[in-house]
């Protein structure tokens, strides 16, 4: 493992300190989050359609264990818009969105619109999950006993990178045009720290809360995930801390490998992976932005200033030629 986080390394830190590369950036992320909504949609829709009918499929997603609560199912399918849809029709239109929002990601084709809606979709799936966390309750049937916030946490993690996918445009090769420079944003700076706090927060819920019902820990000492998670939310060793992450995420897909499944149920199991990988390898290559980025004192600079941080040297800016986001400053930095 030593040799592959070596060799990870020196493929993706060659050339740092050169320009941020916003279509080469919006090209890794839009593949990612990408592959999320293909497999998750041509595996859902493979069950929908399978001998039975699909009726496994809708038992699991609608039942105790699955991820739409009793006030969904009652608004959907008994309340206002009772006949209107089906459980089946409602995962099949689902699914089929996802596949196709999915293809759409990586042919780069209306890439800012499915990630707005993304954006905010993706937090529907922590308000329907069904969740029983009151105390004294004990669930007379298997569901989730954890905060849907935490279960979900992924989720929310492809949220954040949507909003940054939003911002970055397309990327390029692309069936849209490159974003136009009065469009979106180009600011790594704010980007990158966007990036870096979506990443970091499954990692710290994996890593706080190993052990608990349905938390996700990558298969991964809890420790080490706490630490790569606090590198990233504050900003210090970003680049080295990406690559363990990108290794862990690796590690974990080949872990969930199993020859009793198919290529496409192997690859749900972990599809979200996809995505943190490529957030991973993102920040790797670029660094975390420099917003919001907390360092140890230096020695050197405060005597260089009279004993005051960010005296005659200019404190918080950063110096021509300095890394973006992995070189030690004096300060807490929200620029």
Known sequence: MNHTIGRMST?????TGAPFDRDRAALWLRIGLG??????????LGQLFAADGGIAMVSSYMGPGGYVNTFFT???????????????QFLAALSAFE???????LAGFLVRPFALVYGFLLWT????????????????????????????????????LMFVLFNLGPGRPAVDRPLPPELGSGDWNSLGLLARL????????????????????????????IVLGVLLVAGVGVRQSAIVVAVV???YALGKFSSDKSLIANLNGFKREFALTAV???????????????HLPRMGARAASGGVPGGSTGGGVRRAGARQADDAEVTLTPQ
């Open 11 to 15: 493929l993706l830190l060659r050339g």
């Open 280 to 294: 991973a390898l993102l920040l790797a290559r670029f660094g975390g932005g420099s917003r919001f980025v907390w």
């Open 35 to 44: 592959l999320v909504f293909v497999i998750g949609g041509w595996s859902k």
């Open 125 to 160: 799936f922590v308000f329907s999950l069904p969740v029983v966390t009151t105390p004294g309750v004990v669930a007379a049937v298997d569901t989730y006993t954890s905060p849907a916030l935490l279960v979900q946490a992924r989720d929310v993690c492809l949220s954040g």
């Open 74 to 88: 009652d608004y959907l399918f008994r309340g206002t818009l009772a006949g209107l849809i089906s459980p089946w």
């Open 198 to 225: 979506s990443l970091a927060l499954p990692l710290l819920v994996g890593g706080f809360f190993v052990g608990f019902d349905s938390i996700q820990d990558f298969s991964t000492y809890a420790p080490v995930l």
């Open 249 to 251: 995420m690796l590690w």
């Open 99 to 105: 596949l196709a929002s999915g293809l759409a990601l």
